[in-house]
């Protein structure tokens, strides 16, 4: 019963190149949430994500930034010309659901975004 | 104002002690609320959930909720310095119920 899996584990990217993280859900669930988190700071929400539609992305930064959950494979955060202050844990979390009965969310191990 | 707020901490507390953990949101619609443990380094951890007012328990935890006052607390009773760690408070917010976190509190157990 494999939980929410994120891969890479660590990246290191250079200035103006483009981070693509990724996150595979618990199976079965169906709705992905990612979150950044600076040192010694809380969990930023960025944006929610149902298959194949975007619910809330009011956390996302208007340039530069982009998810997205498509009917068959993992959801994907794209951040193109990365800059330093993009460096940062980057959390996927999933669950079945966002109303009535269950809707614990689930996280993965995170991705450690170092921008060089 | 924030959607979820917590006091940051430190909160010292010595072991075998209680430890409350308190939380406030701003969504008088939310109708989810969890408490998360993380530790450094490390990603959130789900240690319970609650939907009615109330208490409900869970071992050594307590999560107590009040939706008049919009308030979320989580008690830890006998106190482990393995429960030395940020605790972070999440709330299920606005029209498409995001799940949201507050800043969380550093909890040290001093044995």
């Known amino acids: 019963n494999a939980g929410v899996m994120q891969n890479p584990r660590h990246l290191v990217r250079r200035r103006g190149q483009e981070a693509r993280l990724r996150c595979s859900p618990v199976?079965?669930?169906?709705?992905v949430y990612w979150y950044r988190q600076l040192p010694e700071e809380g969990l930023k929400f960025m944006v929610y994500?149902?298959?194949?539609?975007?619910?809330?992305e009011s956390g996302m930064p208007k340039e530069r930034f982009s998810a997205e959950f498509p009917k068959e494979g993992p959801s994907i955060l794209r951040i193109q010309q990365v800059v330093r202050g993009d460096s940062a844990a980057y959390f996927c979390?999933?669950?079945?659901?966002?109303?009535?009965?269950?809707?614990?969310?689930?996280f993965g191990q995170g991705t450690r975004l170092t921008v060089v | 104002q924030k959607e979820v707020e917590q006091n940051s901490g430190p909160l010292s507390v010595p072991e075998g002690a209680i430890a409350s953990l308190n939380c406030t949101y701003s969504d008088r619609g939310s109708q989810s609320f969890f408490w998360y443990r993380q530790y450094s380094g490390k990603s959130p951890e789900l240690i319970m959930s609650i939907y009615s007012n109330g208490d409900k328990e869970d071992g050594r935890f307590t999560a107590q909720l009040n939706k008049a006052s919009q308030y979320v607390s989580l008690l830890i009773r006998d106190s482990q310095p393995s429960d030395s760690a940020t605790y972070l408070c999440?709330?299920?917010?606005?029209?498409?119920?995001?799940?949201?976190f507050g800043q969380g509190t550093r909890l040290t157990i001093n044995p």
């Open positions: 999440a709330v299920r917010s606005g029209r498409a119920q995001k799940l949201v």
């Open positions: 979390a999933s669950s079945p659901g966002s109303a009535g009965g269950n809707t614990e969310a689930f």
């Open positions: 199976k079965g669930h169906s709705h």
């Open positions: 994500l149902q298959k194949e539609n975007i619910i809330d």
